[in-house]
C-alpha cells in the first residue's frame, strides 16, 4: 500500500492512496458526524465539497440534506469515480459529481448554502483563486469551513496563516473547533468591503 506522506507536497492525494483516506482511523481525529455537527446543516441546503476523494466524509453529509443536493468537486476523475460507487448503493441519489478544478468551480453564483474543504486547501495550487471562487458561488452569509490536520498532512496550513488568507478573500471568521491535532474554521461570506473576524485565537 502507497504511503501517503510520501506523496509531493502541494499536489493533490493521487487516487492510489484511497485506501488510507477510507480508513476508520480517521474517525478517532474527525469523524464524519462530528464534521456534520461543525456544518449545522439544514435538510434542504445546497453543500459543495470540494476535494471529496473517495468520499470518506460523503455520505454523512449527504444523510444531512435530504431535501437538498451534495456537489462533489475533484480534480481527479479517479476519485470521483471511487466516491460514486461509494455513495449510489446507499441510495444517496441526490449527489452530484463534477470533475473540475478549485479554480473553476462548476456552479452558478451564490448558488451554495454550505461549503466545506478537508485537508485540501494546501493541495491547491492557486490559493487566493481557490479563495475566490468559494466566495463567488457561496450564497450570502453562506459558511466556508475548512478543517486542517496538524499531524501528517505535508500540506498543512497552520491556523492564522489560514484565516488571513481567508478573511482576505471577503470572509469573517464565525467558529472554531477543534485544538491538539486538528482545527475546523467556519467562516461566512461577506459583503464586498467587509472584513474581518469577531475573534482570534
Do not use: N
Request: hydrophobic fraction near 40%; aromatic fraction near 6%.
Amino acid at each position: 500500500m502507497a504511503d501517503p506522506h510520501a506523496k509531493p507536497a502541494g499536489t493533490p492525494m493521487p487516487p492510489e492512496y484511497a485506501p488510507h483516506l477510507l480508513s476508520p482511523v480517521r474517525g478517532l481525529v474527525l469523524s464524519p458526524g462530528a464534521l456534520v455537527r461543525r456544518l449545522g446543516l439544514v435538510a434542504d441546503a445546497t453543500v459543495l465539497e470540494l476535494g471529496p476523494g473517495p468520499g470518506y466524509f460523503s455520505p454523512a453529509v449527504a444523510r444531512a440534506v435530504p431535501k437538498g443536493r451534495l456537489v462533489l468537486v475533484d480534480v481527479q476523475q479517479e476519485m470521483l469515480e471511487m466516491a460514486r460507487e461509494r455513495l449510489e448503493p446507499l441510495g444517496l441519489d441526490h449527489v452530484e459529481y463534477r470533475l473540475a478544478g478549485a479554480d473553476s468551480l462548476p456552479l452558478e453564483s451564490d448558488s451554495v448554502d454550505v461549503a466545506f474543504l478537508v485537508a485540501v486547501l494546501g493541495e491547491v495550487p492557486d490559493r487566493a483563486l481557490c479563495l475566490a471562487e468559494l466566495h463567488r458561488v457561496l450564497r450570502p452569509d453562506g459558511l466556508l469551513s475548512i478543517t486542517e490536520y496538524k499531524v501528517g498532512d505535508p500540506d498543512y496550513i497552520p491556523l492564522r496563516e489560514l484565516q488571513s488568507s481567508v478573511e482576505s478573500a471577503g470572509f469573517r471568521r464565525s467558529s472554531r473547533h477543534g485544538y491538539l491535532i486538528h482545527y475546523t474554521l467556519g467562516f461566512r461570506k461577506t459583503a464586498p468591503g467587509v472584513e474581518g473576524s469577531w475573534q482570534r485565537g
